[in-house]
């Protein structure tokens, strides 16, 4: 984006992925270095969307320690968490302040270890998330890469049917239809990270104060010794998953965010690889029903138009399903700064470029503002992303699809499954349903099937 001006933009702050991603290690607390202010606004944010209960430490910054430095109140809050949540793992992120008055916070993490010798201290576990430097997508794959290098120091014996997943910023329902499909195959997942229970749990009688759930420390430990691990995401080049590959020689699979046929295909074809089974039949059906269905629901969708918006990875795994489907996605939009990113839609749009030549856009590092302005002169049928695009949606008069983070104006956000053949099959309904319900609202006699 050229503008020297950004207008509520298509991201949000670095440490609140950090912190989501840390709440996918069982026993973790988050802990921000730096304003109570950042804590506040990420537990607020996340909460909306979850629904859960998100508990954020901070150093809690004071006038004092922007000059200073916040080594005493780094030190202070640690002891603090131990004392009072008894965590198993201590996931630190720094925010804008404390980067830019340049606290060593792995010099500050060494210095406490060292006058602590005698005491049983949590795993810490250490990411560097300024936001001038990226996006939420960015903290949380930086939290995910400092989650393995921080906890994995050694290999033992390869596990044979012992598999890594890095499944990306995916909805907690996403995550557990992963540990079921890896299960079908026979594969032992070790998911990084894996909120599917600490920010989508059951009702609890009592609070408590670390919910239950995630991926523990010992298990990441061994990741070392999977047989491969599968790193989903276009976007991501130098993840936790080459991290392991560098460090330990464990095999790493880069793949798209499995949505759409063609990508849970290659997805599941991974898993057959590995794990030298083929697709179970439960989810053959399931891609038959799907398959089934782009057949009943293609007179509904053919040549429609599209606006999509969000995270890089999930805008190209929507933007591949669009394009088996029909609907031409005349404008891919993200606020992630990945020059690639117009290249990643390119290579799963095909189609559309063939069938609606020179109609589509890609912005990246764009802002809503940017996003609505397209919109109206390329005059969409449809919009799918998250909650901020329900005033862009409004004024246009087109349905929201919504998907992705956040959804802030409906309950389930944290529960909407994308990935898979049932999560394909869910995204499918939900498009050829939102455009037949705005023609019915639109018509001036209304329609239906006598």
Not at 115 to 143: C, E, N, W
Not at 258 to 272: K, M, Y
Not at 360 to 366: G, P, R
């Amino acid at each position: 984006m050229s503008d020297a001006v950004t207008v509520n933009p298509c991201k949000v702050c670095a440490p609140l992925g950090a912190c989501v991603a840390f709440r996918g290690v069982e026993g973790c607390v988050p802990l921000i270095h730096g304003s109570q202010g950042c804590a506040t606004y990420i537990r607020r944010y996340t909460i909306s969307h979850f629904r859960e209960p998100m508990d954020i430490a901070s150093s809690s910054f004071a006038e004092s320690a922007t000059v200073f430095g916040g080594s005493s109140l780094f030190s202070t809050g640690l002891d603090n968490l131990i004392r009072q949540y008894k965590p198993a793992a201590i996931g630190v992120c720094t925010s804008c302040l404390s980067e830019t008055i340049g606290d060593d916070v792995a010099l500050f993490l060494r210095e406490y270890v060292a006058s602590r010798k005698d005491v049983a201290l949590p795993a810490l576990i250490r990411a560097s998330t300024p936001s001038y430097k990226g996006t939420h997508m960015d903290g949380f794959h930086a939290a995910v890469r400092a989650i393995l290098s921080c906890i994995v120091k050694a290999k033992g014996a390869t596990v044979a049917n012992q598999v890594n997943l890095l499944p990306g910023f995916v909805s907690p329902a996403d995550l557990r239809y992963f540990k079921e499909l890896l299960a079908d195959f026979g594969l032992d997942g070790i998911l990084v990270p894996d909120y599917s229970e600490t920010l989508d749990g059951p009702s609890w009688d009592e609070y408590h104060r670390l919910p239950e759930g995630g991926t523990s420390v010992e298990r990441i430990a061994s990741s070392a010794n999977s047989a491969a691990t599968l790193q989903l995401g276009r976007s991501l080049r130098a993840g936790g998953g080459a991290w392991l590959e560098q460090t330990f020689g464990t095999p790493c699979r880069r793949l798209g965010l499995p949505i759409g046929l063609r990508e849970s295909d290659a997805f599941c074809d991974a898993l057959s690889e590995i794990s030298g089974h083929p697709l179970p039949e439960i989810h053959a059906r399931e891609r038959g029903r799907l398959l089934d269905s782009y057949v009943d629901g293609h007179k509904y969708l053919f040549g429609k138009r599209a606006v999509v918006y969000g995270e890089e990875d999930l805008v190209v795994g929507i933007a591949s399903l669009l394009n088996e489907i029909g609907i031409n996605p005349v404008l891919c939009a993200s606020g992630g700064m990945d020059e690639a990113f117009k290249e990643q839609v390119l290579a799963v749009t095909g189609d559309a470029q063939r069938l609606f030549p020179g109609e589509m856009e890609v912005l990246s590092d764009t802002d809503y503002d940017t996003i609505f302005a397209r919109a109206e002169a390329l005059k969409p049928d449809l919009i799918i992303g998250s909650s901020k695009g329900y005033k862009m949606a409004r004024k246009l008069g087109v349905p929201l699809v919504r998907v992705g983070f956040p959804i802030h104006d409906r309950i389930g956000g944290q529960r909407q499954l994308h990935v898979g053949y049932r999560g394909t099959q869910n995204l499918f309904d939900l498009i050829c349903n939102a455009l037949m319900q705005a023609k019915q609202d639109t018509s001036p006699i209304g329609f239906m099937y006598v």
